[in-house]
């Protein structure tokens, strides 16, 4: 047989030509474009911003003319500046005040919801949800209403009932009332992980304590806790990260206590009041905090893997026992009581009767509801609040869906970098993406910086959301489903349409969902990026509350409430249905 | 129909790489069954993945009816949905969002040309009531047994009409009694439909019921091939006997070696036996007599030439019983009559079918 040239490397010429033949053409095309997108839609922003930290002077872009390379910004921030000082320490108390609020109090409302007797569970779950969906700067803004040391409503009742007529007694504009509200935001999630948790635990492990004669405190303390360590240490690391990215409660409750953290820091350089933006301090600050968010989401990764190891699932449909609260009744219900007011119950009155009231007189009106109508930037901040949300879910979502296929189920070099750049969006703080995604746009010269497609753009970073739960959906499929649609002559297109799309829809529909929600929520990111065109509801709210117009703001407040509620209830029923399949 | 030459592939793994395949080389004619036997992790799967354009290999060639679809100094791959096979899989692979029809359906709805609704129609219930099922066309996946579910399989594998089936441990995951009985519906649809069959099993006894062709494969290597009755009743090696139903060893030595019988001492020589030998066993060899359990008897009284032993346990099996034995250091293990009382302990006397042994020069 003749030696011809090519044969040198026949495996590696062949191995490429199978995975064309198999996936075709269009395939090829559709997997290489969702990789592409997720380099860019995360990693080009952090390489702008890495170059920005190392490009001066500050006020200039890293490519304008006039721009060098540099160590001036990181000298200027950590060196001259009192970033390491201040804002280092605020940021530690803020984000470790705030993740023990929370972890005390989810821990405790899923364990009453998850194992013990109480009753009106299914409420309560339903209740607990409400501050998952409402903005975070809706609560904040319901909560200064709540405990603003002069007018606050808690305020003013407390007053009368003690008979004390200084300010106070509670002054939400201070260190502690950051933390505690920041804290009780973070619960639903946080609370759902746990749940998830505690449910998934195998109830034998438990039972054989007590067949071995342990008490229930015993058995709690020694197999109930050990057992649950990595399903509960996971969603603790995942609440440090969102409570390092916090933006809305800082900005609204601490800056008028002049208590800045890192996001409110960033945000502040960004938009100085008499200077011009300066982008390379900004980004030289933002390089230390992406660090720690990169470590600490290592250790998450780290930590999901062993919970998927750790925790056993019987999948015979048995539940762990619940348990009897006896006399500890009262004090549980008080205690869900308490947080159910505060987190879901007196912000919504409140939101509602200030819309109503003007939030000075007694008489009940609708002049907030008119000016706001009429004001020609609400209806279309409107429009952008939903197409925003709606068009980065569906994007991201189809994007996560591409990638989590061709990390799971195709062998080629880049494979763990594009798995890496697809997880890394949990630890990346939104207010660095959309300074990062500003600075990348203020470079590149293709228009969309200012208009709701920049909003879409930078929305689309949250990948991890869908890139995970289409991978867990995926692994569920077993691959000779879709090899089983090869062997019957079907191309890669065909199986995509007829055999993996119809198995991923729940999980691509819950993607999308949860995305949608992400997005309505949104504030920090239309923040930083706003213009005169692209507002959405969140940053209009912001605008009218700074601006004192308090009834307006909340009349804002009240429709995102009523548009929220009902989704509340599509969301519980998906959350407790899936429960009960499991 | 089926040509393999060469077949090589090797795997990365975490401990280095692992030879999956050593170079597979085997036809199968037109019409013909063949099976591939062995272990898990001895490379049938992967033969059969190979054939049917799910894996690539490192190396060799392989044609279906002519075509060639895998010729890798060529740099020739044809991928699975291009080559005319039908698969059944380990798990049967039943997409649980379709009903029964679509399911069997699906390889005929994705041919290019597409096919008109009522042909495709009639062939999926052709293809259906030729594994009885044509009254399920309307159920969920979901809802079928496991021999249903495997009937379904068979359908879909079928409908295209295809040169060349191939099945994946198709009757691995049912028990026993339904495996029994579609191991014979299984074989009954073969002939019916003349398709040429690739199979891969580690079920000694389907291999040797079914096939018309029974490969033992071992270690990425077939080891031996041939029919059934002449793989089994003339294995290749220890490790082909070993595999293969139940077998016995005894070691002994060559006394004499004569026209092709040799005389061997066993047990130091207390007793012999004349085997037919291999050439190249000469007087002195050390070997392995190897026979199997039901090729010998088993007796309670002494006889001439019968061999000593004692009986360990006797296990009854319901229409036989096994027998235990011990002679010296080695265990037997005998068929006999499930009337034989005996109780562990006891002298027991064997006498072996000298045609039915096989010599082997000891390792």
């Not at chain 2, 079928?144 to 099945?167: D, E, I, M, N, W």
Request: aromatic fraction near 8%; hydrophobic fraction near 50%; include cysteine.
């Amino acid at each position: 047989m003749a030696v011809q040239a090519e044969e040198a490397a026949p495996i590696v010429r062949a191995a490429r030509r199978q995975r064309r033949g198999q996936l075709g053409l269009a395939g090829i095309l559709l997997l290489a474009g969702a990789a592409a997108a997720a380099l860019y839609l995360v990693l080009a922003p952090l390489v702008a911003l890495l170059f920005t930290a190392f490009r001066g002077p500050s006020d200039l872009l890293p490519f304008e003319p006039g721009a060098h390379w540099t160590f001036d910004n990181l000298v200027e921030v950590y060196v001259k500046t009192p970033l390491l000082s201040t804002v280092l320490p605020n940021t530690a108390i803020f984000v470790l005040g705030s993740v023990a609020v929370t972890f005390f109090t989810a821990f405790t409302l899923a364990w009453l919801v998850e194992r013990t007797d109480l009753p009106w569970r299914t409420p309560i779950f339903t209740a607990v949800l409400f501050p998952l969906l409402v903005p975070g700067i809706v609560m904040a803004f319901a909560w200064t209403l709540l405990f603003a040391p002069n007018a606050g409503w808690v305020n003013v009742a407390l007053r009368a009932l003690l008979g004390l007529d200084t300010p106070g007694p509670i002054n939400i504009f201070s260190m502690p009332g950051l933390i505690l509200c920041q804290g009780i935001a973070s619960v639903p999630f946080v609370f759902l992980l746990l749940g998830a948790a505690m449910r998934t635990m195998n109830p034998a492990l438990e039972e054989a304590s007590s067949a071995s004669g342990a008490r229930p405190l015993t058995t709690f303390l020694r197999v109930t806790l050990p057992v649950l360590r990595p399903g509960v240490l996971a969603p603790l690391i995942l609440a440090t990260l969102v409570a390092l990215e916090q933006f809305e409660m800082p900005l609204i409750i601490g800056f008028p206590a002049r208590i800045n953290v890192f996001a409110t820091r960033l945000y502040f350089d960004l938009n100085p009041e008499d200077e011009l933006p300066a982008y390379g301090r900004v980004a030289a600050a933002a390089l230390l905090f992406l660090a720690a968010a990169v470590i600490l989401l290592i250790d998450y990764n780290h930590l999901i893997r062993r919970a998927e190891r750790f925790v056993t699932v019987t999948g015979k449909g048995y539940r762990p026992t619940r348990y009897a609260l006896g006399r500890w009744r009262l004090p549980a219900l008080t205690f869900v009581g308490l947080y159910l007011a505060v987190g879901a119950i007196l912000p919504s009155i409140v939101l509602v009767w200030t819309s109503f009231s003007g939030g000075s007189t007694d008489s009940l009106n609708l002049e907030a509801y008119r000016a706001l109508f009429a004001d020609r930037r609400f209806w279309p901040a409107v429009g952008n609040t939903f197409i925003v949300a709606g068009l980065s879910a569906g994007l991201i979502t189809l994007i996560g869906a591409l990638l989590a296929w061709q990390i799971l189920r195709l062998r080629f070099p880049g494979r763990r970098l594009l798995d890496a750049v697809s997880f890394m969006s949990i630890g990346i703080p939104s207010v660095i993406t959309g300074f990062a995604v500003m600075v990348l746009h203020l470079t590149l010269p293709i228009g969309l910086y200012g208009t709701v497609w920049i909003l879409v753009l930078a929305y689309s970073y949250r990948l991890a959301v869908s890139t995970r739960l289409s991978r867990a959906s995926l692994m569920q499929i077993h691959s000779e489903l879709e090899e089983a649609s090869a062997a019957s002559g079907g191309r890669w297109l065909d199986t995509v349409r007829r055999v993996v799309l119809p198995l991923l829809a729940p999980s691509l529909l819950a993607s999308f969902l949860l995305l949608f929600i992400v997005g309505f929520r949104e504030f920090t990111i239309p923040l930083v990026l706003q213009s005169q065109d692209n507002w959405v509801l969140s940053v209009i709210m912001w605008r009218l509350q700074a601006d004192r117009q308090t009834a307006q703001a909340a009349a804002v407040g009240t429709l995102i409430l009523l548009f929220v509620t009902p989704v509340i209830f599509v969301l519980r029923r998906h959350l407790l249905s899936r429960q009960g399949e499991s | 129909m089926l040509t393999v030459r060469g077949l090589t592939k090797t795997y990365a793994t975490a401990d280095g790489d692992f030879q999956a395949l050593k170079g597979i080389d085997f036809d199968v004619p037109q019409g013909g069954f063949y099976t591939l036997l062995g272990e898990s992790g001895c490379g049938k799967s992967t033969t059969l993945r190979c054939v049917a354009g799910l894996e690539e290999p490192d190396g060799g060639s392989i044609a279906i009816a002519g075509q060639v679809v895998t010729d890798i100094e060529r740099g020739t791959q044809v991928p699975a949905f291009e080559r005319d096979i039908g698969l059944v899989f380990q798990s049967y692979a039943i997409w649980p969002h379709m009903d029964v029809f679509g399911n069997v359906a699906y390889p005929l709805r994705v041919q290019r040309p597409r096919l008109a609704a009522g042909d495709i129609k009639a062939r999926v219930m052709d293809a259906l009531r030729l594994v009885g099922m044509e009254s399920f066309a309307n159920r969920q996946a979901t809802k079928l047994s496991g021999g249903q579910q495997q009937r379904v399989a068979f359908a879909r594998a079928l409908v295209r009409r295809p040169k060349l089936l191939l099945l994946d441990e198709p009757l691995s995951n049912l028990d026993a009694k339904l495996r029994e009985q579609m191991r014979f519906e299984l074989q009954e649809l073969i002939s019916r439909t003349g398709v040429t069959t690739l199979y891969v099993t580690h079920d000694q006894s389907e291999a040797l019921a079914m096939s018309d062709t029974v490969a033992v494969m071992s270690a990425g290597r077939i080891v031996q091939s041939g029919a059934p009755r002449e793989v089994y009743g003339r294995p290749i090696d220890r490790t082909v006997a070993d595999f293969l139903g139940s077998a016995n060893f005894l070691r002994g030595r060559v006394v004499e070696a004569q026209d092709g019988v040799a005389t061997v001492a066993l047990n130091g020589g207390a007793s012999t036996v004349h085997v037919p030998s291999r050439a190249g066993l000469a007087a002195g060899a050390t070997v392995d007599v190897i026979f199997r359990p039901e090729d010998v008897t088993t007796h309670l009284d002494p006889s001439d030439g019968a061999i000593e032993c004692v009986l360990e346990r006797v296990v009854f099996q319901g229409g036989s019983s096994e027998c235990q034995l011990r002679l010296g250091s080695t265990a037997l293990r005998s068929v006999v009559h499930p009337s034989l009382a005996a109780r562990p302990g006891d002298r027991a006397w064997i006498v072996l079918q000298p045609e039915r042994c096989i010599l082997f020069a000891a390792e």
